[in-house]
C-alpha cells in the first residue's frame, strides 16, 4: 500500500495529463496543479477494494474498502457465463442487456419513472432481480447480459462507496485504479456514472495513465527514496518508442531490441497483410473507422474493450528541463493555440502530415545517402508513423491530451528511433551557404537606410525569410519554381502594410521612441529562431544585429535536435562565424558571447580595443521540434532568460501553432508568415502567406 | 409457532370477522397486506380484559364517534403470483368501509371503491385491481408510507426495535420524543435509504441495487434454490471461506494487522471462485448461499453506515422483507455496521419489518376517513391460529422464523 501511494503521488506530480476523466466513452485530461494535490482519495480495484487517503507524500490512511471488487465480478462472472477469462467476460459485457436480469426501476413502477425520488425508469432497483422469476433458469439468460448485469452492479457499488468516503472527508477528488478498471472504457463509464449519479454531479471520478504502474513504481520509488523524490514535471519527457509489439496496451511477444528487429517486425506484418498494429494498436477491421469513439455511449452499445486503451510512453528524465522563466503565469500557460481534440482539426493536421510524409522519407533516405538501408528504415518510419497518425485518430486521448505540438514532436521522434538523426541536414547546409552569400550584400542595403526604415526593412525581411520553411506544403512548391534569393526578394516586396496582425507601431515606438525622446535599449533580448538557409540568416541575423548595435545583448535560441529544417544550435555558431566575417558588428559580438574562440584570440592579438561589445550567444532551448513548450526548455536557456527583457519568437511553429496566446513577464515581439490557409482563417481570419507582427508590451508591476 | 399471517384461518373465520380497512404494497418481488378486522361478538372471546381496556380508550374519546375494534393482520403474496392475492381478496369479500362511510347507512355505497396502494406495483397493477375486483388502487408514495409506518411502530409498538448481535437479541426502548432524526434502510428487492427527522418529514438520501432481490436472484441462478426461504436455510450451514477471497488467503494466513484487518475479513467475495480448477457444480450450494448472503448484508450494512455518518445519525433501522427476522443476515448486518463504525454505532431491527409500507398506506387512511388509529399497548397478539395452521395456501413464503404478530387496535371511524 506504501507503494500504491507512493507510486500514485510521484504520477500526479510528475506527468502532465496524468489523469483524466471518463464519462461516456468520452476522455478528458485534467490538469492537476502539484501543489494543490493532496488531500486525496485513492481507491484501488483488485480483487477487493482498497480506500485510501492520501494527505501527502507518505501520509496516508486505509479508510474503507469493500469485498465487492474485481475478484468478485471475476469469480462470480465465471461461475455463471463459464468465460475463461477476465477480458473475455468484460468483452462479453459490451454486448450485453442488463434489462433482462436486473429489475428496473421502471419494472416495478409499470415503466413509470419514479421521478418523485430522482429514479428514472431504467435505474437499476434490484442488480439480478429478475433472475428471481421461476420461468428462466442459468442456462436461460445469455452470458453477455450477466456480465453486464455483474459489471454495472460492481462498478456502481464502488462508486458508490468510494463517493460516500470522499463526503465523509470532504475530498474533492476520486482517483480510481486497479487492474478492474486498466483502461477498460466501460468500466471506467459505470464508476463515473455511478460517481455522478450520487454525487449529483459534484464529484467526478478520475483515472490515471499509468496506472498500471503504481504499485512497481511506488516500489521502484521506494528504495531510490533520495533523489527522486524532488522531481518535478519539467524534468520528464514522456515518449513514445515502439519497445515491443503491442495492441490495446499488452504487448505480444518480446521487446524489440534493436533497430533492425524493428524494421524486419514492420515489414513482416506488411508481407501477411496484415494492419499494422505496431508501434501502436488500430481497430480491428469493421469495429471503428476513422471517426473513433462512434458509439460513446454508456447504454449498452459497443465500445471495443481495448478502445481506452492508452499509450504508455516511456518516461524520460531529463533533469535538466526546466518552466521558462519569462513565462507570466506558468500555471495557466498551454502551448498549443489549436485544440486538436477537435476532431475535424485533427483530421486536417492528419491529412497534412500523411501528405506530407512521402517527401520526408525521400529527404530522409536522401540524408543517408540512399542506401538499400537507409531506404528500409525510411519504408519502416513510414508505416510506423502512419501507425502512430492512424492510432490517433481513433483515440485521439491514446498519448494523452494531445497538441500539435506534440504530434509534430511525435513525428520527430518517430524518424530518430528509426535513425534518421537529421533529414534535412544536406538541404539545410545548402540553404545556409547560399544565404550567406547574398547577407553582405543585404547588411549593406539595410545600413544605407535610416534607423526608421531599417527597422522597418529588418521586420519584413524576418517575415520574408520565414516562407523558407520546409514543414509547409506551399512553400515545398515554392521551392521548385526558383532559387532562394528570388524567393526572398518577391516575398519580401510583397510585404505590404498592414499586416494582418500588425503591431509594428508600437514596437517602433518601443525601440526608437517618438517625440525626440530616445527610449532605453532592451538589456537582453531571447531570439527564438526557425529554420536554417535564409529564414536565420537573412532574416533574424540581421535583426539581431540591429540589437546589437543598439546595445542590446542577444540570445539565439535554437532547438537541441534537428526537426525539418529548423537550425539547430549546434549549427548556428558556425553560421554566425560564418556571418561574421562580413560584419564587424556580428565579429565583435560573437567573440563577446565566446562564439568566436579562435577570432577571439587574434583579437587580443592585433590589440584592437574593442571587445566593449554585447555579447551575441547561442542557447540550446531543449526540444526537437518546430513546436515549442515553454515548460519544459533547457537550464541554460532558463538561465540565460533571467535577465531578458525581450523575447522574440519566429516562425509558425513557435509562435503561431504554440505560444501564440501565451503571456511574458517581459516585452514579447511575436514574427510569422503564416504558410498554411487553414490556420490563417483560424486564426487571423487571414488567407495564406498573411503576416503575424505581434508586439506584447511587459504587463505593468 | 407464530404466524406471520394465517389466511386459512383468516378465511374459514371470515364469516365473523370483516375486513374494514385494507392496504396494499406492491413491491418488485411480493406484495404486503395490512388489514383490520373487527371484533364481532364472537370474535370477543379473547378476554374481557382486553374489553375492559378498550373501553377505557372509548371513554377517552370525546366524541360520538363509532369505534371500531379489531385486529390489524398482515399478509404476504409473491408479486408474480398476483392472482393468488386477488383471490384472497376476491375471496375475503371486501367490506370496505373506505371512501364511502357506508357503515353508519349515513350515505349509499359508492361504486367506486379505493384501495390504498403503495409500491410500484399499485402503479403497475391498478389496471388488474380494476378489472379483476372492480376496485381502485388510491396511490401513495411509496417513501411517504414506509416512513409513516415506521413511526407508527417506533412509537406505538412496544418492543418494536430490537439489535441483534453475536445471536442475542436484545429489545430498545425507545423514547417517542427522541425518536428523531432516524436512517431507515428498507431492504426490499433493492435498498433504500431514508432520513426520518420527524411524522411526513424524509428524505431518501441513498440506496442500492444491492438487495434482496440480487440476493435470491443471484441464489437462483448459483444453487437451483426453489425460493428464498430455501436460500436462506441454506446459508446458515455454509461456510464462506471456500468462495471468498480472505485476508489471510492473501497474506499467507497472517493478518494485516497494519491496517486493521485480521485474517478472517473478506478482501474478495467469490474471490476464490476465480480458480480455473472448479466449476459452479463443484461447490456447496451452501457455502455460495453464504458468501452470497455476507457478501449484500455487509455491502447494505457499509453503505448505511456511511449514510448514517453523513448526516450524523445515531440510529439505524433495518426493514424490509430481505431481513425476515433471519439470525444470521441481522447478524452480518450488524457485524458490517459494527466494523464500520469501530463500534459506534449500532444496527437496530424491527419486528414488522417486511410491512412498513402497507403499514404506512393504511395509516394514510386517517388522513381522509379515519379519525385515528390507536394501538393498545402490550395488547399484540398473535394469532391463535398460528400453531393449528400447518401451510399457508396463499403465501408460499414461510415465515417460521418471523414474529410479525397481529396487533391489536381500535379504529376511530368518521
Not at chain 1, 431504467?122 to 433458469?137: N, V
Not at chain 1, 534537428?562 to 544550435?569: E, G, I, K, R, S
Not at chain 2, 371513554?59 to 404476504?76: C, I, M, T, Y
Not at chain 2, 379515519?370 to 393498545?376: E, S
Request: charged share 25%; glycine share 10%.
Amino acid at each position: 500500500m506504501d507503494c500504491l501511494v507512493a507510486g500514485a503521488n510521484f504520477l500526479l506530480k510528475a506527468i502532465r495529463h496524468e489523469a483524466f476523466t471518463h464519462m461516456e466513452g468520452h476522455k478528458e485530461f485534467v490538469q492537476i496543479d502539484h501543489n494543490d494535490l493532496f488531500p486525496y482519495l485513492l481507491v484501488n480495484v483488485g480483487s477487493g477494494v482498497s480506500i485510501i487517503k492520501v494527505d501527502g507524500d507518505g501520509k496516508f490512511q486505509r479508510v474503507s474498502g469493500t469485498n465487492v471488487g474485481g475478484g468478485t465480478y471475476w469469480g462470480l462472472g465465471r461461475l455463471l457465463t463459464k468465460c475463461s477469462s477476465f477480458d473475455e467476460l468484460l468483452e462479453l459485457s459490451q454486448r450485453g442487456d442488463n434489462s433482462t436480469i436486473d429489475m428496473l426501476v421502471g419494472d416495478i413502477y409499470g415503466g413509470m419513472d419514479y421521478s418523485k425520488i430522482g429514479l428514472s425508469a431504467s435505474t437499476i432497483a434490484s442488480s439480478f432481480g429478475k433472475a428471481i422469476s421461476d420461468k428462466k433458469e442459468l442456462e436461460d439468460y445469455r452470458p453477455e447480459d450477466i456480465s453486464l448485469s455483474l459489471l454495472r452492479m460492481i462498478s456502481y457499488n464502488i462508486g458508490q462507496i468510494s463517493y460516500l468516503n470522499a463526503l465523509r472527508f470532504g475530498l474533492k477528488r476520486i482517483f480510481f485504479g486497479g487492474f478492474f478498471i486498466r483502461g477498460h472504457a466501460y468500466t471506467m463509464d459505470t464508476i463515473s456514472f455511478a460517481v455522478q449519479f450520487w454525487s449529483k454531479g459534484e464529484a467526478q471520478a478520475m483515472f490515471l495513465r499509468h496506472e498500471g504502474f503504481l504499485g512497481a513504481l511506488g516500489a521502484f520509488m521506494s528504495y531510490q527514496k533520495h533523489g527522486l523524490d524532488d522531481l518535478m514535471v519539467h524534468h520528464l519527457v514522456e515518449r513514445f518508442p515502439m519497445g515491443a509489439p503491442y495492441t490495446g496496451g499488452r504487448i505480444h511477444g518480446p521487446p524489440l531490441g534493436d533497430l533492425n528487429e524493428k524494421i524486419s517486425w514492420m515489414e513482416k506484418f506488411v508481407q501477411r497483410g496484415t494492419e499494422i498494429t505496431a508501434p501502436v494498436p488500430m481497430a480491428p477491421p469493421g469495429t471503428t473507422g476513422l471517426g473513433g469513439f462512434e458509439v460513446p455511449s454508456s447504454r449498452g452499445a459497443t465500445l471495443r474493450p481495448d478502445a481506452s486503451a492508452l499509450n504508455i510512453g516511456v518516461l524520460h528524465l531529463v533533469p535538466t528541463l526546466e518552466v521558462f522563466p519569462l513565462l507570466a503565469n506558468p500555471k495557466m500557460y498551454e502551448p498549443n493555440t489549436i485544440d486538436l481534440s477537435d476532431h475535424k482539426e485533427l483530421e486536417y493536421w492528419f491529412t497534412v502530415l500523411s501528405e506530407h510524409l512521402p517527401d520526408l522519407v525521400d529527404k530522409a533516405v536522401a540524408s543517408e545517402g540512399g542506401t538499400d538501408d537507409a531506404k528500409r528504415r525510411g519504408d519502416a518510419f513510414a508505416r510506423a508513423f502512419s501507425a502512430h497518425l492512424a492510432r490517433l485518430m481513433e483515440e485521439p486521448a491514446a498519448y494523452g491530451k494531445l497538441g500539435l505540438a506534440n504530434l509534430l514532436e511525435l513525428r520527430e521522434e518517430c524518424l530518430r528511433e528509426f535513425q534518421f538523426h537529421d533529414a534535412y541536414r544536406s538541404i539545410k547546409q545548402r540553404e545556409n551557404e547560399a544565404s550567406l552569400a547574398v547577407l553582405p550584400d543585404l547588411l549593406l542595403e539595410l545600413d544605407h537606410m535610416d534607423e526608421e526604415a531599417r527597422l522597418l526593412t529588418l521586420i519584413e525581411g524576418v517575415l520574408a525569410a520565414n516562407i523558407f520553411d520546409w514543414g509547409s506544403r506551399a512553400c515545398v512548391d515554392l521551392y521548385h519554381k526558383g532559387t532562394i534569393i528570388e524567393i526572398y526578394r518577391m516575398s519580401r516586396n510583397k510585404m505590404q502594410r498592414p499586416w494582418r496582425v500588425d503591431d509594428f507601431d508600437l514596437f517602433k515606438e518601443r525601440m526608437l521612441g517618438s517625440d525626440g525622446k530616445k527610449p532605453k535599449p532592451h538589456k537582453r533580448a531571447l531570439l527564438f529562431v526557425d529554420n536554417s538557409g535564409a529564414d536565420v540568416v537573412l532574416g533574424m541575423l540581421p535583426l539581431a544585429r540591429e540589437l546589437l548595435r543598439r546595445g542590446t545583448e542577444v540570445v539565439l535560441v535554437a532547438n537541441s535536435l534537428p526537426a525539418l529544417n529548423d537550425v539547430t544550435a549546434m549549427e548556428l555558431p558556425d553560421i554566425v562565424a560564418e556571418a561574421a566575417k562580413h560584419c564587424d558588428i556580428l565579429r565583435r559580438a560573437a567573440e563577446a558571447g565566446g562564439l568566436l574562440v579562435d577570432a577571439m584570440t587574434n583579437t587580443v592579438d592585433g590589440s584592437e580595443g574593442n571587445s566593449s561589445s554585447v555579447p551575441l550567444m547561442v542557447v540550446e532551448n531543449g526540444c526537437g521540434s518546430p513546436c515549442i513548450d515553454l515548460r519544459q526548455v533547457s537550464s541554460e536557456l532558463a538561465a540565460a532568460a533571467k535577465c531578458a527583457d525581450l523575447v522574440i519568437l519566429e516562425g509558425m511553429g513557435r509562435s503561431l501553432h504554440t505560444n501564440f496566446n501565451a503571456l511574458f513577464k517581459s516585452e514579447a515581439l511575436k514574427l510569422a508568415m503564416v504558410k498554411n490557409q487553414r490556420l490563417a482563417e483560424k486564426l487571423i481570419q487571414g488567407k495564406i502567406y498573411d503576416c503575424v507582427c505581434r508586439y506584447e508590451p511587459a504587463p505593468a508591476s | 409457532m407464530d404466524r406471520l399471517a394465517d389466511v386459512s384461518n383468516l378465511r374459514s373465520s371470515q364469516s365473523q370477522t370483516q375486513i374494514s380497512h385494507l392496504a396494499l404494497d406492491i413491491g418488485g418481488s411480493l406484495i404486503k397486506l395490512v388489514y383490520f378486522c373487527r371484533y364481532d361478538d364472537s370474535c370477543r372471546d379473547d378476554g374481557d380484559e382486553l374489553r375492559s381496556q378498550n373501553d377505557s380508550l372509548c371513554s377517552k374519546s370525546d366524541n360520538s364517534q363509532p369505534v371500531l375494534e379489531g385486529r390489524l393482520h398482515f399478509a404476504k403474496f409473491e408479486t408474480s403470483k398476483i392472482n393468488d392475492c386477488l383471490d384472497f381478496l376476491h375471496s375475503m369479500k371486501l367490506c370496505l368501509d373506505v371512501n364511502s362511510g357506508s357503515h353508519d347507512g349515513t350515505a349509499p355505497p359508492s361504486n367506486k371503491i379505493f384501495i390504498k396502494a403503495t409500491g410500484g406495483g399499485a402503479y403497475k397493477f391498478a389496471d388488474l385491481f380494476k378489472e379483476k375486483l372492480g376496485v381502485s388502487l388510491d396511490k401513495e408514495d411509496e417513501m411517504e408510507c414506509l416512513v409513516t409506518g415506521a413511526n407508527f411502530l417506533l412509537k406505538a409498538v412496544h418492543q418494536e426495535a430490537f439489535t441483534y448481535l453475536d445471536g442475542q437479541k436484545e429489545f430498545v426502548q425507545i423514547d417517542p420524543n427522541d425518536l428523531y432524526p432516524y436512517l431507515l434502510v428498507n431492504i426490499g428487492s433493492g435498498v433504500s435509504m431514508i432520513k426520518v427527522d420527524g411524522d411526513g418529514k424524509f428524505e431518501r438520501v441513498s440506496g442500492t441495487s444491492l438487495g434482496g432481490g440480487t440476493f435470491w436472484g443471484l441464489g437462483r441462478l448459483l444453487t437451483k434454490c426453489k425460493n428464498f426461504d430455501e436460500l436462506l436455510e441454506l446459508s446458515h450451514r455454509g461456510n464462506n471461506r471456500i468462495v471468498d477471497m480472505l485476508v489471510g488467503d492473501i497474506y499467507g494466513g497472517t493478518d494485516y494487522a497494519k491496517i486493521g484487518l485480521s485474517s478472517t475479513t473478506i478482501a474478495s467475495s467469490f474471490g476464490k471462485a476465480i480458480s480455473d480448477s472448479k466449476e459452479l457444480e463443484d461447490y456447496e450450494p451452501e457455502d455460495v448461499s453464504r458468501s452470497l448472503l455476507r457478501m449484500i448484508s455487509n455491502n447494505i450494512g457499509q453503505i448505511s453506515y456511511l449514510n448514517a455518518l453523513r448526516f450524523g445519525l445515531k440510529r439505524i433501522f433495518f426493514a424490509g422483507f430481505f431481513i425476515r427476522g433471519h439470525a444470521y443476515t441481522m447478524d452480518t448486518i450488524s457485524v458490517a455496521v459494527n466494523f464500520w463504525s469501530k463500534g459506534e454505532a449500532k444496527a437496530m431491527f424491527l419486528r414488522h419489518e417486511g410491512f412498513l409500507g402497507a403499514l404506512g398506506a393504511f395509516m394514510s387512511y386517517e388522513k381522509q376517513c379515519l379519525d385515528g388509529l390507536t394501538v393498545h399497548k402490550m395488547q399484540q397478539k398473535f394469532p391463535i391460529s398460528a400453531s393449528s395452521a400447518g401451510d399457508n395456501i396463499y403465501c408460499s413464503l414461510n415465515s417460521n422464523s418471523d414474529e410479525n404478530g397481529s396487533i391489536e387496535c381500535t379504529v376511530y371511524g368518521t
